[in-house]
């Protein structure tokens, strides 16, 4: 990958495409307000904050927050 741009972005398009084959249109929340991030969305931060080395949650928070 050239950058952590393009990282995110590929792995975003992967997840984001498994994850309606997975569910095959189904939501996983039923209820409550809409979140400001897709579980696609989530999932790919995770993905790539542990491929980078960050390994917890609050590293994860302060690094997405930071850039």
């Known amino acids: 990958m050239e950058n952590l741009s393009e990282t995110f972005i590929v792995v975003y398009l992967f997840v984001s495409e498994e994850l309606e084959k997975l569910l095959d249109g189904e939501r996983i929340r039923k209820g409550g307000p809409l979140p400001?991030?897709?579980?696609a969305e989530c999932i790919t931060i995770f993905i790539v904050s542990e491929a980078i080395g960050?390994?917890?949650?609050?590293?994860?928070?302060?690094y997405i927050n930071e850039h």
């Open 36 to 39: 400001k991030l897709t579980d």
């Open 54 to 62: 960050i390994d917890t949650n609050i590293g994860t928070w302060h």
